[in-house]
């Protein structure tokens, strides 16, 4: 027996169907997305196979995972990566802990975002990447200087969204809440907070991306290990299959966040406005 689903009018609820009979819109994204990479993956080994692009600029995709298996069988590998790990692991956690805090703060008090809003652009507007020499000076060459940075190009994106999460909700329903006689903060806890969760969520979706920009800048500055250290090193020697093996790293750490993102979001997404 096939299950109806009613709309919040009551009306019966169509179900969307992707465009491949019989499947529905997750499944499509899979496998649509997949026969995308594969496409790509071909094409670029037609490409390095006819010769089209010489190696040195273009290593075809064989040798790309030849190249990656050859990392993972040495150690050195594993101390980049947990270098790298680490630099974005406390810098995403500290850009999202004051990130929320003060989005959440300026969002909710008028006052607070009109005294801190000048600061915010002033220092949203200066290309963050430009601070690392400066970072360097006052924090050292060390894991310090590199979490500063991650953290500086990656907590923008979680205070904006948030504060615009708690700026946009629903002023009808503020008010009747403290028609019923809601004290501010319980408005907040369960008004404010729920109504910007899927704002914060957003938020951090856009910032791991740039964490992991964050991440391979401040190795490019100056590191002994970590995946940004690799590819420069790699880079510098011409060994472009090695380049394309540590931007794959990269690529697969970004998916990987970004799905566990995007799965917060699906559970919190009837909190959506």
Known sequence: MA???????????????????????????????????????????????????????????????????????????????????????????LAASVGITAGLSIGWYPRLGYFFDPFINFLYAIPRVALGPLL?????????????????????????????????????????????????????????????????????RLAVGQALIGVFVAELLGAQHGVGALIDNAGQQFQTDIVFAGLLIFAVAGMVLTGLVRWLERRFDAWRV
């Not at 019966?12 to 790509?40: N, S, Y």
């Not at 990656?68 to 790990?85: C, H, K, M, Q």
């Not at 907070?193 to 899927?198: A, D, N, T, Y």
């Open 3 to 93: 299950t109806i689903v009613l709309d919040d009018s009551g009306a019966p609820k169509r179900q969307e169907r992707g465009v491949l009979t019989g499947m529905g819109q997750g499944t499509e994204r899979v496998v649509l997305g997949t026969a995308f990479i594969a496409v790509l993956f071909v094409v670029w080994e037609l490409v390095t196979a006819l010769g089209i692009e010489p190696p040195i600029l273009l290593p075809s995709p064989s040798g790309v995972v030849s190249a990656l298996a050859n990392l993972f069988s040495s150690s050195d590998i594993w101390a980049d990566l947990a270098e790298s790990g680490k630099e974005l692991f406390y810098g995403l956690v």
């Open 136 to 204: 360097i000076v006052w924090l050292g060459i060390g894991l310090s200087s590199k979490v500063a940075l991650v953290f500086l190009i990656a907590v923008f994106p979680v205070l904006v969204n948030t504060s615009s999460g708690v700026r946009s909700l629903d002023q009808h329903l503020l008010r009747v809440a403290r028609c019923f006689g809601a004290s501010d903060l319980k408005i907040f806890r369960t008004i404010a907070l729920p109504g910007s969760v899927p704002f914060i969520l957003g938020g951090l």
